[in-house]
Structure formats: C-alpha cells, structure tokens
C-alpha cells in the first residue's frame, strides 16, 4: 500500500497532461488517425481483402467526421437550416452507396483537417488572452500596521496596502503611496522599455515590479482591473462578427438549399436528357455535392479576421470587433483631439503676467487655490507650477463652479473669480490684456488661461503643450494612406493654427466646444464616407461614438475601454497607420480568398458537367482550396 500511493502520484500529472494533449489537439490527432486508416484501407483494397477495407474505411468516418457531424447536425438543430457540414457528411455517405470509399473518407479526411486547421487559427487568436490570464497573480501581500499577510486576490479590498516586492507583478491596479520602482508594462501597452513609477502614479494588475519595493494602495476590485478589461475586451472582438462575416453566414443557408436542389435534379435529369447511365448520373451528383459547397468561401473571412484581431491584440491595438477592423479599411478622414492626443496632455506654465497693481505670488496662489478643485489639464499644470514655488501656502476657496469647455467660477475671500479662457472672461477685455500680449503668445502656439475678478482682468498664464514626438510621423504616415487629418481643440484661432502647422495636419478647427466636437464629426461624415475619431475617451466621448470608428488614447484607461471601438493601449499614435494598414491588408486577404474559392467553386462545377472530373480530384479540389484559403488568413498572424 506504501508504494501504491506514489505511484498513483506520479500518474496523475501525465494523465493530466495527455488530457490537455487531446483538449488541445483532438481535431488534428483525430483527423490524422482517419487519413492513417484511410491508407491501411486503400492499401487492403488493392489486396482485394474487401471487408477489412470497408470496415477501416467506417473508422475512419467516425473518427474524423465526428467533430464537423456532430457541429453540423448540432447548428441544423439550432437554427432549423442546413449548413456545409450537413452538406459534406451527405457527400461522403453518397460516394459510399457508390462504392467509392477511398473518395468518400478523403472528403473526411481532409475536411476534418480544414477543422482542425480552423480550430488552430480560433486557438492561436486566443494564446494572448491564455497568456495575460496567466500573468494575473493568485496571491499578494498584504500590509496590516508593520505586520505582512500574505493573501488570495478574491480577498482583497479597496483601500488595502500591498506589498510588491522586486521580480515580482502588481496584484491590482492601484496608486504609489511609498517607495520607487521601474515597472515592465509590456504586458498592457506593449512598451518593452521600463516605466519610473513614483508616489501617486498608477501601477496596473499583471506588470512586474523590475526594481524596488513599493507599496500601492488598491483601487479597483480584482475583477474590474485594466488587466480583466483587456481580456473581456479581445474576447467579445472575437465573438463579434464583421458584415462579411454576417452575410456569407446568412448567404450559406441559402446556397446549401440551392445546391441540394440542383442535386436533387441531377440525380434524374441527365439520365434522360443527356442520356448518362444511372451509376454515372448518380456519381455525377455526388460530385456536385462536394464540388459546389461553399465550404473555402465560409472560411475565406473568419481566419483573417481572428488572426488580425489577434496581431492588433499583440501590438497593443485592441479592436472591439470585427465590424470596426473591416470599417477601418474604408477610412478617408481621421480627426485629432489636440490635448492628449496630438499633444503630450501636460502643458507647462511658460509665462505669468498680472495687472501692475497685482502682486504676482498673491496672485498666483489665489488661482492655484480654486484650480486644484478642477480636473482640467490645464488646471493640474497651473497647481503644479505654483506647487513647484517655494513659500506659497494655498487655501481653501469658499465655492466652486465649474463650466464644461470654458473654465470655472471660484470664490475665494469674499471676492469673485473667473479663470478660463477669452469668451469666458470677455474676449474684447482680454484681447486689449497688456497691450494685446495675448495675441503674441497664442501665435507661438501657447494656450491662454485668464483670470477676471469684480474688476476686470487680472492677468493671464501662458502653457505650452508640447507635440508628441510620433505625432508628426504619424499625420504623415495616414496622410500617405490617402487619409484626410483634422485636428480638433477648443483653443483660440492662433494656438490651433500653430499647432496645426507643427503637426502638419491637412485642416484644424479651433475654439469648438465639447458638445461642438459631435457637430464637426457630422459635417465630416457628410464630406467623407468613413471617418474616425481619435480622443482621450472622457470629453470627446460623445465624439467618439458618431464617428465611424472611435480611437481611444490613454494608456487603457476605463474610459477608454469603454467608450471607443478601438483602443491604443500605449500613447502611441502611429499605432493607428499600423491597424488601418492591418485593416487594409486584411480586406485585400478576405478579397483574394473570396475570389479564389468562387473561382475554384465554378470551374469544378464544370469540370464535373463535361465528366472529365472524378471523385478524388473532385475532393481535393474543394477541400484542397478550403486549407488554402484558411493559410492564406493566417498570415495575419505575423507581424
């Protein structure tokens, strides 16, 4: 009995792994045993040893035609219409009454062989979610006073303090609240290169913690984190069909109906008009019956299609179906959000100028104090540069009003203030500000935030928001695509135009408000078939809907995830060439394959109606063009 026990233990993870083996492989290891029995059968038969042939030739029917059988008898049931698979068991059972065995297990064969190909490109398209599922960590350490517990991720709270140790990945998403690392985000943004991660930056679930110890405080629940939204996100892409898909779907009941009801006449027709022999009419028929099945046109676009889906997953382009992929192809206008988008998002404070009787100080830490209520960018880097000033303490301002897309209202010390931009605080008085300094400062591109109290105009602050570096090489790699680039900024005239021209898009509109952006996507629409929108996902996400295709930024921000039909998970804007030429490159793939497997479809047709096809020529023909055209989609897979 002592040595029984081991032995059991050591069987178990063997039987484990070959249960995995079949999981994974069963459609291949099944059809390679058919085309295995299949050969020792046509082997038997050329020794004239009949029944032992037929009976390796049932096996082989079995083994390698119970997967697509049991599929299509399965989606017959369901949807109350016959499909290929129907048609293909009908044809292999029809070359047997015949007496062509050989043929009728070859159309298994290989028909199992184009499932199993099929299943591979569905498994391989699934690798990067198995991948990040497996990054997600089961255990983390958590902080309770000085004392360490180490924990399950499903226990964990909002609010907890965790422990990430060096070499070791982020239980949860959170914030920094001590310590200095490098993170690896490869994971999430696809950026190979270490990030500096310091108090109050966010870390995400899945990254791995490269240098010093830190300790995060919990944002998100486990099964709400960017890591969980990313994988829910691929997954729904892959179960969402593009209208290719959708109508060689609905096209196929039709056409299975069409060819059954051709084959029906066959089965008569030519016997008397053409006067064919029966074995020679039925033998006709039966070839009809695999030549003309759709089966290469149905796997003409779904391959591709997960395999691009599957390549954009790997560079960081998540597209949220196969509806966006395929509309991206047909894109001729493609519109920017400046902030963020075009631009870095953090502006810096350049210049600060205030009436002549204005203390500069005074006056800046009475703008800092009502700024940091707000959630602008503009705001947290005017907070930043008064913050970064030494000696200068903010208070607390008695009220707060904030004014989507011109600015706020604070009152601070019994004196009312506004701070925002021209047409908040009078354009005409802030124009004639300090000799028309404005004017100066918006032509180099700066952006201008005023401030206006119950006597006038009180000074103004000067940010420059800084062009990506890609962003250039970006407008110029879709403008290459022969795709028109707008930006879009609620900034005045001057600062859009400076933008615009070191950004070199074809057209910028300027000072639109939020609620505008969805005015301005529409007048797009109408002078261009297909347009994008690219933002940020919280203030243009109105934007991001009308547009044909919405294009989220932001490093995989919920927001982002959530509002866009494709999302950029690094900052990295010439990721977009990269999925419209993926797009493209798919569309032309689907093309050739539909073009192929129609063309293939219809010359086998009349190869059988002159009788100068047979059976196994007929059957490699079909099928042989069914793997054909599934290879042909995955090469998507590569980069």
């Not at 299943?119 to 398209?125: E, P």
Request: glycine fraction near 8%; hydrophobic fraction near 45%; charged fraction near 20%.
């Amino acid at each position: 009995m002592e040595n029984a026990l081991p032995k059991k233990q050591e069987q178990t993870p063997q039987t484990s792994s070959a249960v995995n083996v079949l999981k994974t492989h069963g459609e291949l290891i099944a059809a390679l045993l058919s085309g295995v029995l299949i050969l020792a059968g046509w082997l038997l038969s050329k020794q004239q040893d009949t029944a032992v042939s037929i009976t390796l030739f049932v096996l082989a029917y079995v083994i390698g035609g119970f997967a697509k059988a049991k599929e299509g008898i399965e989606e017959t049931i369901e949807n109350k219409e016959l499909n290929v698979e129907m048609l293909m068991i009908i044809a292999a059972i029809g070359a047997a009454v015949i007496g062509y065995w050989t043929e009728g297990a070859m159309l298994i064969f290989i028909f199992a062989l184009s499932g199993a190909l099929e299943t591979y490109t569905m498994n391989k398209s699934n690798r990067e979610i198995s991948a990040l599922m497996n990054l997600q960590p089961q255990e983390a350490t958590r902080l309770i006073g000085d004392q360490e517990e180490i924990v399950s991720i499903s226990d964990l709270q909002i609010g907890d303090l965790l422990l990430v140790k060096p070499g070791e990945r982020v239980p949860s998403d959170g914030i920094v609240v001590s310590g200095q690392t490098t993170i690896d985000q490869a994971a999430i943004t696809g950026e190979s290169v270490p990030v500096l991660k310091q108090l109050d930056d966010e870390v995400f679930a899945g990254t791995v913690n490269v240098k010093g110890a830190i300790t995060i405080k919990m944002t998100k629940p486990s099964a709400e984190t960017l890591f969980q939204k990313i994988i829910q996100l691929v997954q729904t892409a892959q179960s969402e069909k593009s209208p290719s898909q959708l109508f060689i779907e609905r096209f196929e009941g039709t056409y299975v109906k069409i060819v059954l009801s051709v084959v029906a006449v066959m089965l008569f027709l030519p016997h008397y008009v053409l006067g064919w022999s029966w074995t020679e009419t039925f033998y006709r028929a039966m070839i009809l019956l695999v030549v003309a099945s759709p089966c290469a046109l149905v796997a003409s676009i779904t391959p591709a299609s997960l395999s691009a889906i599957s390549n954009g997953a790997k560079k960081g382009i998540l597209f949220k179906g196969g509806v966006h992929l395929e509309r991206l192809s047909h894109l001729s206008a493609i519109a920017f959000d400046k902030t963020g988008t075009l631009t870095k998002g953090k502006p810096e404070v350049t210049s600060v100028i205030v009436r002549s009787d204005i203390n500069e100080q005074e006056f800046l830490v009475k703008i800092a104090s009502i700024e940091r209520q707000s959630n602008h960018p503009l705001a947290q880097s005017i907070v930043d540069f008064v913050k970064n000033k030494q000696e200068l303490t903010l208070v607390q301002p008695d009220s707060l009003e904030d004014v989507p897309g011109y600015g706020v209202i604070g009152s601070l010390q019994g004196d009312t203030w506004k701070i925002g931009k021209a047409d908040f605080v009078g354009k005409e008085d802030a124009a004639e500000f300090e000799n028309g300094i404005s004017s100066t400062l918006a032509s180099e591109g700066k952006t201008i935030v005023y401030a206006k109290d119950q006597h006038g105009i009180v000074g103004l602050l000067a940010l420059k928001d800084v062009v990506r570096t890609e962003a250039v090489d970006a407008v110029k790699s879709l403008k290459e695509q022969g795709i028109h680039t707008v930006m879009i900024t609620g900034d005045s005239e001057k600062t859009a135009e400076a933008i615009s021209k070191e950004c070199a898009v074809d057209e910028y509109i300027a000072e639109c408000l939020p609620e505008a952006k969805v005015d301005k996507i529409k007048a797009l629409k109408e002078k261009f078939p297909t347009v994008s929108m690219v933002g940020d996902g919280i203030n243009d996400a109105p934007a991001l809907a009308t547009a044909n295709v919405g294009v989220a930024m932001g490093e995989g921000t919920d927001v982002a995830l959530e509002t866009a039909d494709i999302v950029l998970m690094k900052n990295d804007l010439s990721k977009i060439s990269d999925a419209v030429a993926l797009s493209r490159r798919m569309n032309s793939i689907v093309k050739q394959n539909v073009i192929f497997s129609i063309a293939v479809i219809f010359l086998l047709i009349c190869s059988n109606f002159f009788q100068v096809l047979d059976m196994p020529f007929g059957v490699i023909g079909h099928e042989g063009s069914t793997i054909l055209v599934i290879l042909n989609g995955l090469r998507l897979l590569k980069s």
